[in-house]
Each structure stands twice: as structure tokens, then as C-alpha cells.
């Protein structure tokens, strides 16, 4: 038997991050080995969640993901944790279609077999949230939800009107509550947030959280109701066969400006026989020339401009390297670092590598927001043989280009398909972040590539010895 809840919300902005957190850290105050989750694309959240309990957080995501694979990422990441807290996103039933519960918070529970606590805004209620806790309850019965917190309570007396209305009505327990009164505001939730977690900053705040969730929820019913039926991992690998001739190595740039990436896309690339080697752009760490390939993931390089600019020997040794024809992967904040300059929202310019011909203008508006399809154009080494990929958009920046070039591949959101990106030579770049889970063939690609590019280098570079 093993333990698992998920912490899921009647909508967006109820508590459900603040909550999760906060019984990571009472659980770990306790003695307990945590293991975190969270449900949708989100690369911020779960970097709490690792801060908290000292195991990396893993992305879960039906819609771009295998329904198998999702299964297997907790499974595997379970073990040897005591229990495992997965965090929802937006409204329990909520996702990508509103006519059907794929990509929700409630599918993914019933996909990995989860207990689901839900988190209910009690504020100007009380006897009312037990109806909006039995409407979610019959919605779809398949989700098991075994227990309720509730937010925003306004006293004691409150909690009690509402513990008594949702017990009776609906029949499971009310655990606890947090108070309107405490004030709680999560810090960093974009600026600095890397930075702040790698110095210790926030750790007075998880442990304040912690002693508060201890205070007024019971997270030893918690820690009962998580009972769950154990995952058999159903993936041997999500690869085709490892070739013979696979050790390339992928340069990934992975600092405060640059740490958007699915744990599960490094460890394909590892699987099918790559070795990473980080290095950070912000520290002055050049590209290792001994590189066969390169991934520059999302983060906040608007945030770190100035740092980024005075960088002249990362900047010329990355674009040497795509120059040459390293096999090149660059997403959101990555394909933001090739362009010639980022301006921002204060009007700053600041130069970037200079590779790709434009300039991104930062603004205070979202520009961005939903999952994309995608296929790749003609003659994008990553999607060779008609590959299909899946992956998300989240920015607040837009690209004004400088004349006319190829796009790297066609996105289809809500709003309909559309070309963009930017295609050169064996550089991929653009602001969707792809999760190679949603297609393996992306990483077999990309590492034939890298491995095409490794024997010419070797090639030319005994060319060159041979003439002296």
C-alpha cells in the first residue's frame, strides 16, 4: 500500500499552492520523506515543492503525455518517499476541453489512483459549501474524494458551521482549515524565485507555513486518508532500443535565467544515451566546445538583460557552436537569448547572441497562454519523418522580426494553427516548450543529429591535424 493525495481546488486562486506547500513542510516537520507533483505545465510550483522536501517535483500531464506514462512518472519517482502530494491545477475539472475531463487535475487522480482532498474558498459561506462540495463529489464519480480543507475561514466558529454542513451532506471529513486572518502571500512567485530558493531565502516562510498548517489541520487524518493502490511502473523505457553508437554529449544552459525544463526530457535524452553537462550563461560559463548538441530551455532571461548582455564570450562561443551546425534546441526564454536584443517593459534594450534577426519586446500583459500540437517545417532535424510533438506556451514577451526567414514549425492552440519560430541550419528555436514525452521521436532525432555532427567534427578536426 501506498500513500498519495492530491491537492486539488474548486477553481484558480483558492489556496490549493499555499496549502500543498505548507503540508509538505508539516509532513517533513513530522519525519516524513515527501515526494511532490504537480498537475498541468508548470515549472514554478514544483520548484517550491523541491525546496520543500528535497526530491525533485515532477510535471503531470494528461494531455500532452501518454496516460500510461503519467502512471509511470509517479510510480517511479514514489519510491522511497512515505507519501506523495500532488498539486492540481486551476479547478478540479478543469483542462483543455470544457466537454470532457481530459488534462484535468480529476483525471490525472484517477489515472494514478489517488485520494483527492479538496480545497474549498469558504469566505461570505457556510452551510452553501457542502452543495459545492457534493456537486464535485457527483460530477464524476470515478475521482475519489476523501476530505475537505477549508480556506479563508473567518473564525472558529465559522469552520465549525461549515465542518458540520459538508460532514453531514456529503459524508467525508472536513481536516482542518487556514484562516483569513493569517495573511499568507506566497514571495517570489516570478522574479528572483531561483536565486531565493538556492541561498535559503524562502525557508523561514515553508517553515512558517508548516507550523501553520500543523496548527489548525489534523495532518494525521491527512496522512490516513492518503492510502492508495500501489503503481506498477508500466514503461520499461518510453524509448525505441538504445543505439550502439549513442554517446553524444547536450551542453544545457541551466541557471537563475534558464531552468524551465521537464526532469523527464533530460532523462530521455539520458536514456537514449546522452550525457548532460550543465553550464550557466549568467556566470560567464562558455559553451563546452566539446559539446554535440545544445538545449537553452525557458526561465527569466528578461530578468537577468543586463547580466546576459555583458556576457561576450558565452554569447560568441553559443553562437560559434550554432554556427558551425551544433544541433540546437532553444525554447521560450532560450529562443529570447538567440534573438539580437530583449527590450524591456522600462524601454532598456539590451543585446543578446544574435542569432536569430529581431528583437523581443517585453510587456506587462500576458502575450501567450495555452498547450500547442506541433509539427515541424521542412527541414527541422527534430521532427524528421512527419513527427507530431506536444507542448505549451507561457510568455509575456512578443518578437518583432527583422526581415523575413523560415519559421521552425507550424503550433495549433485554441485560437487556430500559425507558423512561427526559427529554422537555420540545425538551430530549432521558438517559444513553445515541448515535453518529449508526448513524442520520443523528437530525442532519437535529435540525438542521430548530434551524432552526424559528432563524426564531422571528429573529421575536420583530423583533416586539420593531418595538414600541419
Known amino acids: 500500500m501506498q500513500r498519495r493525495l492530491v491537492i486539488a481546488g474548486t477553481g484558480s486562486g483558492v489556496g490549493k499552492t499555499t496549502l500543498t506547500i505548507g503540508l509538505m513542510a508539516a509532513l517533513k516537520r513530522k519525519g516524513f520523506c ?14 517550491y515543492h523541491t525546496a520543500v522536501t528535497g526530491r525533485v517535483s515532477r510535471s503531470l500531464d494528461s494531455w500532452m503525455l501518454p496516460r500510461e506514462m503519467v502512471s509511470d512518472i509517479v510510480s517511479k519517482n514514489s519510491e522511497g518517499a512515505d507519501i506523495s502530494i500532488i498539486e492540481g491545477v ?84 472536513v481536516v482542518g482549515y487556514l484562516s483569513r486572518n493569517d495573511n499568507i502571500s506566497i514571495p517570489e512567485r516570478h522574479l528572483g524565485l531561483i ?88 556566470k560567464g560559463e562558455v559553451l563546452p566546445d566539446y559539446a554535440d548538441g545544445l538545449y537553452i530551455g525557458g526561465g527569466f532571461p528578461e530578468e537577468f538583460a543586463k547580466e546576459l548582455s555583458v556576457q561576450e564570450g558565452v554569447k560568441n562561443s553559443i553562437r560559434t557552436g ?49 498547450y500547442r500540437e506541433v509539427t515541424g517545417e521542412s527541414g527541422n532535424f527534430l521532427f524528421s519523418g512527419n513527427l507530431k510533438a506536444r507542448g505549451h506556451e507561457f510568455h509575456y514577451s512578443t518578437f518583432h522580426p527583422n526581415g523575413s526567414f523560415p519559421p521552425a514549425y507550424e503550433s495549433k492552440g485554441m485560437r487556430g494553427s500559425q507558423k512561427e519560430g526559427y529554422l537555420k541550419g540545425n538551430l530549432v528555436a521558438g517559444y513553445t516548450h515541448f515535453h518529449f514525452g508526448s513524442c520520443p521521436g523528437l530525442v532519437k532525432n535529435w540525438i542521430k543529429e548530434c551524432l552526424t555532427y559528432k563524426k564531422s567534427s571528429n573529421e575536420s578536426l583530423q583533416n586539420k591535424i593531418s595538414k600541419k
Request: charged share 20%.
Open 34 to 47: 515527501v515526494q511532490g507533483f504537480k498537475c498541468g505545465p508548470d515549472y514554478i510550483d514544483p520548484t
Open 90 to 173: 486551476m479547478g478540479l475539472f478543469d483542462g483543455k476541453d470544457p466537454a470532457t475531463n481530459e488534462g484535468t487535475t480529476a483525471e490525472i487522480s484517477v489515472l494514478t489512483k489517488s485520494p483527492v482532498v479538496l480545497v474549498v474558498d469558504c469566505s461570505s459561506m457556510a452551510r452553501s459549501a457542502a452543495a459545492i462540495v457534493k456537486g464535485f463529489q457527483t460530477f464524476w464519480e470515478e475521482t475519489n474524494i476523501v476530505g475537505v480543507i477549508a480556506n479563508q475561514v473567518g473564525s472558529e466558529g465559522h469552520f465549525t458551521l461549515i465542518k458540520t454542513a459538508v460532514e453531514q451532506e456529503c459524508g467525508i471529513p
Open 195 to 282: 536565486p531565493s530558493v538556492e541561498r535559503g531565502e524562502l525557508d523561514s516562510f515553508f517553515d512558517q507555513l508548516g507550523k501553520m498548517v500543523l496548527k489548525t489541520i489534523d495532518v494525521d487524518r491527512l496522512y490516513q486518508l492518503a492510502e492508495a493502490p500501489d503503481l506498477d511502473a508500466s514503461l520499461e523505457s518510453p524509448l525505441l532500443p538504445v543505439p550502439e553508437e549513442s554517446n553524444v554529449c547536450i551542453a544545457v544552459a541551466r541557471d537563475a535565467a534558464f531552468n524551465f525544463y521537464y526532469e523527464e526530457n533530460l532523462e530521455m535524452l539520458k536514456e537514449y544515451g546522452a550525457e548532460i553537462v550543465e553550464f550557466s550563461p549568467l
Open 322 to 370: 550554432i554556427n558551425r551546425g551544433l544541433p540546437t534546441l532553444a525554447e521560450c526564454g532560450g529562443f529570447m537569448f538567440l534573438t539580437d536584443a530583449i527590450e524591456t517593459t522600462s524601454k532598456e534594450s539590451f543585446s543578446m547572441v544574435g542569432i536569430i534577426p529581431g528583437v523581443v519586446k517585453m510587456q506587462t500583459k500576458l502575450a501567450a497562454l495555452g
